[in-house]
């Protein structure tokens, strides 16, 4: 099993359409939980850290279920501009090495 | 502040060429990686720094070599390119903290061996 997994997309959604991004990890020591968003050609960026509690920002909403091991992104009322690549990344080591999953391309559409 | 920087942008070699790629920030961050992003791969980290004058293997190292001689740079060096080694090469650093502290990521240089 793959040390952290998504969904493998891509996702074509219209418009304010709401979508959901799953990913699991393995390793129950895991520590730390990020959404990156990466564009096209450009570098990742931190889109949201995931918090026990759950956490929203805007239109974003991220939760952490450790009894099953995963995380999940949600975005609502999605826009053409969410179009990109949604990176879940886990942090299980104090030296701060990130496993990246492999990323799910959305793709919004008129 | 130009946070991660890198340079070259975009390099063509040809097989058994060397270089170097260049890796600096400006945030002061203790903790830098170099990672290589493939097709269907995903990111893979090939090494990393947890401070100055220290390195340490990734998941990825075979072909590369690194440094860090100072705080604000961290380098990858190719000695000899494969055409394996073309792809798409991400800096990132962190701060000295909790494991909560995520990563900041250059523009990327983009690599092709012929």
């Known amino acids: 099993r793959k040390e952290v997994e998504q969904d493998p997309g891509p996702f074509n959604v219209p418009e304010g359409a709401t979508v959901a991004f799953n990913c699991t990890y393995s390793n129950s020591a895991s520590q730390s939980f990020f959404w990156y968003r990466q564009d096209c050609r450009k570098e990742p960026k931190l889109l949201m850290s995931?918090?026990?509690s759950g956490n929203e920002d805007g239109r974003f909403t991220a939760q952490l279920n450790r009894a099953s091991q995963y995380i999940s992104l949600l975005i609502r009322d999605s826009k053409l501009s969410d179009s990109a690549t949604y990176l879940c990344?886990?942090?299980?080591?104090?030296?701060?090495?990130?496993?990246f999953g492999k990323g799910t391309k959305l793709s919004v559409k008129p | 502040n130009a946070g991660v920087t890198q340079t070259p942008k975009f390099r063509v070699l040809k097989t058994g060429q060397s270089m170097t790629l260049l890796c600096a920030q400006d945030?002061?961050?203790?903790?830098m990686y170099w990672y290589r992003q493939d097709p269907g791969m995903g990111l893979r980290l090939i090494h990393y720094s947890v401070g100055e004058g220290t390195t340490a293997k990734g998941e990825v190292p075979d072909g590369y070599n690194v440094s860090r001689l100072k705080k604000q740079n961290f380098l990858l060096g190719l000695e000899s390119a494969a055409p394996s080694q073309t792809s798409v090469y991400f800096c990132a650093s962190r701060p000295l903290g909790g494991i909560g502290e995520t990563q900041y990521f250059g523009p990327g240089t983009r690599l092709l061996v012929l």
């Open positions: 995931v918090y026990s």
């Open positions: 990344a886990v942090n299980q080591r104090s030296q701060g090495n990130l496993i």
């Open positions: 945030m002061n961050h203790e903790y």
